[in-house]
């Protein structure tokens, strides 16, 4: 009995001196590969270890640019050139456009679906933050980023008619973009799965010693999924140089935020997991390009994911099938475009700069319009994709199931020839 003692007390003697526990001290610190009680203090008072319920504790939003486009702080306006900032608004005020003329469309019955931006554009200086070359892992509420990278308005109506000269050969949803040379992953329906997949490829670049990071742009919605914990969790724990970008619109589809969530926002989970994590203000171009510029640097530099909360406000309804009358009110929504949509901000600023005025937007928007008019006519005209195209892609070569997959259908279709109208389609 006695000898099983002097073991227990030398390995409890070991285990202290390896934990560097002491409780005359009241503090608990650990090795350098524990980092799971680093730090952490004792104490007799239960409810300091406890987070208030009843106190609700914002984390503020930082902001360069206030709502009129006066700088708050001459020393936070980031360094970007003239060149950067007039397309930034060029940008901006194309998607205001293009969401107008494809909304039209849509209903018009031309294209079968569209998601419109308006409100959230100011994302747009998350692109200009990150090299052309960081993949970019999108949700739907971002095509402005892939527009800053060069994919052009010609691109976004192949895609929206699925002609053959889509991208996705006419397999995706409309405004389900994606590019390979443009480093920016096809965009997925099912909500957050875009999110455990970053972090995955963020892991491959850490382990390439690639000098790259990986941005995944989500919603307050895709939040809530199990995929969002999935991928916040890996990436810290193998310190994944990943940037989590979550717009905060206030809605998930009709969801409003508080049935959503009690907490403060998303922000509050990064430390939860040992991330950085910054509130932004979602209309501000320049607030958001430095918390983005200083989340790459993180990410790349010290191999660290970083969340930001991009606080905005969804302008218009989620998508052609919904009908925000029904659940936003519209007189807020009318205030927030008068008074708080990004492109007057930046416009603003512009114009005291003297690099934009009335007469160049006026070109703008006809300009826009025209190529936009044109567009459409000639990319309804295009020919669908070859059928081939149904089964391609999925493997290096067609599998013996999809050759007969494939066999069936042809089959199929010329049996039933009458009912397909095979002449839309690539010989």
Same mark, same amino acid.
């Given at each position: ?22 409780? @005359?001290?009241?503090?608990?610190? &650990? ?44 020393a936070q306006v980031p360094d970007l050139s003239n060149t950067q900032l007039v397309k930034m608004l060029e940008l901006i005020i194309t998607v205001g456009v293009m969401d107008q003329q494809l ?38 509420? %971002? ?39 443009? @480093? ?40 809530? *999924? ?83 909360? &991009?606080? &905005?406000?969804?302008?218009?309804? @989620? ?32 114009? *005291? ?32 994709? @070859? ?20 066999? %069936?259908?042809? %089959? ?16």
């Amino acid at each position: 009995m006695a000898s099983v003692l002097v073991r227990a007390v030398r390995s409890c003697t070991r285990l202290c001196a390896a934990k560097n526990w002491t409780a @005359h001290g009241r503090s608990l610190s &650990s090795n350098p590969g524990d980092r799971g009680w680093s730090g952490i203090q004792y104490t007799t008072d239960m409810l300091a270890g406890s987070s208030p319920h009843k106190q609700q504790v914002f984390r503020p939003m930082y902001q360069v640019l206030d709502h009129t486009g006066k700088v708050l702080d001459a020393a936070q306006v980031p360094d970007l050139s003239n060149t950067q900032l007039v397309k930034m608004l060029e940008l901006i005020i194309t998607v205001g456009v293009m969401d107008q003329q494809l909304y039209k469309a849509q209903r018009m019955g031309l294209i079968s679906f569209y998601m419109m931006s308006s409100g959230e554009e100011a994302v747009v200086a998350s692109a200009a933050a990150l090299a052309h070359d960081d993949m970019v892992f999108a949700q739907y509420r %971002e095509p402005i980023v892939l527009y800053w990278r060069g994919y052009t308005i010609d691109q976004v109506l192949d895609q929206s008619f699925g002609n053959w000269l889509d991208l996705a050969k006419g397999r995706q949803m409309p405004v389900h973009f994606g590019s390979k040379d443009l @480093h920016f992953q096809f965009i997925s329906s099912p909500l957050s799965t875009q999110m455990p997949q970053a972090p995955g490829y963020a892991y491959g670049i850490k382990l390439s010693g690639k000098k790259n990071c990986v941005i995944c742009y989500f919603g307050d919605g895709a939040a809530q *999924e199990g995929d969002a914990h999935a991928a916040m969790n890996f990436a810290s724990t193998r310190g994944c140089p990943v940037i989590f970008f979550c717009r905060n619109n206030g809605y998930a589809i009709s969801t409003p935020t508080h049935d959503q969530y009690a907490g403060d926002g998303i922000v509050s989970r990064g430390p939860g997991y040992g991330m950085e994590s910054i509130r932004v203000d979602g209309n501000d171009v320049f607030a958001i390009y430095n918390a983005t510029k200083h989340a790459r640097e993180v990410a790349v530099n010290e191999h660290r994911p970083v969340l930001i909360e &991009s606080m &905005s406000y969804r302008l218009g309804s @989620h998508s052609t099938s919904d009908d925000q009358t029904g659940y936003q009110d519209m007189n807020i929504v009318e205030q927030w475009k008068r008074e708080y949509h990004p492109v007057i901000r930046l416009r603003n600023y512009l114009v *005291e700069k003297g690099l934009w005025d009335a007469e160049r937007e006026k070109g703008l928007l006809a300009a826009v319009s025209d190529k936009l008019k044109k567009g459409l006519n000639r990319a309804r005209d295009e020919p669908k994709p @070859h059928l081939d195209y149904l089964f391609e892609d999925v493997h290096s070569k067609l599998t013996p199931r999809l050759e007969r997959q494939k066999r %069936e259908m042809m %089959e199929h279709i010329k049996e039933y020839k009458d009912y397909y109208p095979l002449n839309q389609h690539e010989s």
